[in-house]
């Protein structure tokens, strides 16, 4: 599940983290965030998620009823 966890310090400072974003599509994230947040990224860095696989493969099984 794809999810940005946005947290708002006391400070008035806001950061923004994506969840479940794999590989650079997490980069696609950043302009929306400035956008919504009327903000301009001072700082970023990769994540977990970033290295994790970005391809997974579903299996499933069929049974072939020979008709």
Avoid: F, P, W
Wanted: proline share 0%; aromatic share 6%; hydrophobic share 35%.
């Amino acid at each position: 599940m794809k999810r940005i966890v946005v947290t708002v310090a006391e400070d008035g400072t806001v950061s923004a983290e994506t969840l479940g974003v794999t590989g650079s599509k997490c980069l696609d994230y950043v302009a929306v965030l400035e956008d919504l947040l009327a903000a301009q990224t001072v700082h970023s860095e990769y994540t977990a998620d970033y290295t994790a696989a970005s391809n997974s493969v579903t299996v499933r099984r069929e049974q072939y009823d020979g008709g």
